[in-house]
Structures are given as structure tokens and as C-alpha cells.
């Protein structure tokens, strides 16, 4: 074979692997873009779920006030901007004599982020008014207190139930231009 062969063939071998690279790059950037998306995500979801707990052990166990233990759970919950885009619940639950020894669980008091997004709502219970101070107004009527736990409550026994709520926005809105609702509760 001669020189100009030779260097005609690589020539050729050069430009198929730029025409390769060219079509599979975007693909492996999109796999690349995805697992850091979704790591992330998973991240951010374990975070609320160890601040849930948190939470949970800190109300039931402390004398420290709900607003107390929001702000600290709040402020060392960087990465994630609970302030901007999250909400904290703290409910304190109580099973109450319902008649006809029926033992109901109860919302006796409710607290709240004073500072976070007030778009995100507890799933335990909804609470119809909220002072500035994050404490929840109760309405006298225990019937619109009653909440569904997923285990029976004792008469006189309580629980509290701790929230983390988190709007999370995607790093890169690529493909995912709506944000997702992250979420975890505690029951303790």
C-alpha cells in the first residue's frame, strides 16, 4: 500500500469518529444531566426525612416551643432554602373521648413556619386560621379537628406529627419545567 493511501484511510477513520462522537455526545450528556438531577433530588428528599425526624424527637422529648425547634430546624437545613421554598408543620395530636367509647385523634395545637412558603399545605390537617406568630387559631368544634393517623391513638395518649414540605425546582428545566413537591412526615 502506498503513502497516499495511507493517509486517505486515516483521513476517513478521523472524520467517522467526529460523526460517532457527534451523534452519541448529546445522549451521554443528557444521561449525565439526569443522574446529577436525580441524585439531587434524592438528597434534598433524605434531607426532609431526617429533618421530619428531627423534629419529631426534638417536640416530644424537649420543652423547647414549636417555633423554637422550626427556626432550628430551619437554619441547618442548608442546602436546601427552607425559608424561600419549604414549610415546616408541627401538630400535636391527642386521642380524645369521641362518645359511644370511640377514642378520636385530635389536633390540639398546630404550628408553622413563620417564615416559608405558605403555598405549601399540611396534609394532616388544614389549619382555617394562622396568627403572624405561625400558631394556629383552632376553631372550638372538635368534629372539624379530627385527623386519620395511619395507627390507632389511645384515649389521652398524644403524638406529634412533624411536616417537612419542600418545592423543588429541577437544576436544570431542560425537560422538567414544573417544580415537584418533596415530602416527609413523622409521626413520634
Known sequence: MCKKD?????????GQSLLELSMILPI????CFGAVELSHAI?????????SREGANLASR??????FIIDALNH??????MEAQGMIYISRVTGTDGGSGLVL???DEQYRAVHGNGALMSRVWGCPHWETTGNCTLPASIATRVVTLPFVLKLGYQ?????????YNPLTNLFLTTSTE??????F
Open 28 to 31: 451521554l450528556l443528557l444521561l
Open 43 to 51: 438528597l434534598f428528599n433524605n434531607m426532609l426525612i431526617n429533618m
Open 182 to 187: 418533596l415530602y416527609s412526615v413523622t409521626y
Open 62 to 67: 424537649t420543652t423547647q416551643s414549636p417555633q
Open 105 to 107: 385523634p385530635v389536633v
Open 6 to 14: 495511507r493517509l486517505k484511510k486515516r483521513s476517513y477513520s478521523a
Open 159 to 167: 403524638v406529634y406529627v412533624v411536616e417537612t414540605l419542600y418545592d
Open 76 to 81: 441547618t437545613s442548608a442546602p436546601l432554602q
